[in-house]
């Protein structure tokens, strides 16, 4: 039993870094302004909202930009961190990131297939 908890655990931890590692590149402007585009989890969101009234839900983890890309970060020790959270109360698999350019809502882009 507990065994099968860790192992779920570690599943939802690896896939949280999976979606930190897939790097967004950006301008260098970028880092001091939300990204019209960002890349999360292996999906790409539009920015849809500059500073939103929705409260964020579930903290997804940690970015930093850096020469105009994002990389994962461990924690929020360092200056600029940006922190993921999901957007709650909504069902639609938005994120909310929170940096110094405020509070910002992105939703998934659809692909036409």
């Known amino acids: 039993m507990y065994r099968t908890i860790v192992f779920f655990l570690i599943g939802i931890v690896l896939f949280i870094v999976a979606g930190c590692l897939s790097r967004t590149s950006v301008s260098l402007k970028a880092c001091k302004q ?15 909202a500059e500073n939103t009234s929705i409260e964020p839900g579930m903290k997804y983890g940690w970015l930093t930009c850096a020469d105009g890309e994002f990389e994962l970060s461990y ?6 961190t940006i922190t993921v959270y999901s957007a709650e109360p909504h069902p639609n698999s938005e994120i909310i990131m929170i940096g110094d350019w405020g509070r910002v809502l992105y939703a998934p882009v659809e692909l036409n297939r």
């Not at 939300?34 to 849809?48: A, S």
């Not at 924690?75 to 600029?80: A, F, I, L, T």
């Open 34 to 48: 939300p990204p019209d585009v960002v890349e999360w989890v292996g999906k790409t969101y539009q920015l849809k």
């Open 75 to 80: 924690d929020d020790s360092k200056p600029g």
